[in-house]
């Protein structure tokens, strides 16, 4: 099998303990050589200077760095001066998203309120100083109307400058299939990435997957609710799982594999050897 881009995302720690953690997870993964890490940015900003202090710490480890940018929450002049900032620090890849909203913020919040205008005031702001990236979604936003139109808003990301796109995660690869089918005869013709979450705890990934519209095949959710605490077997049976669909994505010649870690280093190894690419 050729060895695929790999893409990792982390998310800026809470405490210095967690900041410990996450510089022993880091040294783990970034022995499996990945092309850039990004870096996840809080509800209306919350984590905004801890997003910048992680993407050091990774820079620091000689590692491209991509932070999240979200325009919820964000004046014109927050965003130009977050921009300013990281191209002085030699940062040339962000994440652009519209971003959640924090409780109590309605959705007017920020003067920008999709990702697409953000991604065009970053072009129209800083050029081709940075690589765009931005989110799409296999099964849907949870918020769109219907498929279509959340492909439009897709597509509209894409016209606005983005250069690629990172899906979020999914548990049956024909949702994804479909949808880069659909981007494709829509014109778009970016890179679509698939994200990737490793499955290590049954109640988490359920909150996570509520909250995001990715849907948990019925077998799945069965399989996991009858192991119940038994945390070994479903580390276990979702490493079986995810390197399993991995596979099938990397057969198909999927442009790269992006990995959402929760900021730990086990699970997405235990993949990464299932796949036999840890040399």
């Known amino acids: ?147 279509g139109e959340d492909l439009a808003h897709f597509a509209a990301k894409v016209r606005a400058g983005a250069d690629g796109a990172i899906t979020q995660y999914f548990f049956n690869a024909d949702a994804y299939f479909d949808f880069v089918d659909r981007a494709r005869a829509a014109g778009v013709d970016v890179p679509i990435i698939p994200g990737i979450m490793p499955i290590t705890n049954n109640s988490q990934l359920s909150r996570f997957s509520a909250m995001c519209g990715a849907e948990i095949p019925r077998w799945i959710k069965l399989r996991l609710n009858e192991y119940g605490d038994d945390r070994a077997s479903i580390k276990a049976f979702g490493t079986e799982v995810i390197t399993d669909m991995c596979r099938r994505l990397l057969d198909a010649g999927v442009p790269g594999l992006h990995f959402y870690t929760l900021n730990q280093a086990d699970p997405v190894l235990d993949i990464w050897r299932g796949l036999g690419l840890e040399n």
């Open 1 to 147: 099998m050729t060895k695929p881009d790999l893409s990792l995302e982390f998310f800026p720690p809470r405490d210095l303990a967690a900041q410990e953690r996450l510089v022993r997870t880091a040294k783990q993964l970034l022995a499996v050589h990945p092309r850039y890490v990004s870096v996840t940015f809080g509800a209306g900003g919350s984590t905004r200077e801890g997003t910048a202090r992680t993407v050091g710490t990774f820079r620091n480890f000689g590692c491209d760095a991509a932070p999240h940018l979200s325009c919820v929450g964000s004046s014109r002049d927050d965003l130009r001066q977050i921009l300013q900032s990281y191209r002085e620090q030699g940062v040339r890849r962000v994440v652009a998203l519209r971003g959640d909203l924090p409780s109590g913020m309605g959705p007017e919040a920020g003067e920008l309120r999709y990702a697409a205008e953000l991604v065009a005031f970053i072009r129209e702001e800083t050029g081709d100083a940075f690589h765009i990236e931005v989110a799409a979604y296999p099964e849907m936003h949870p918020q769109a109307a219907g498929p």
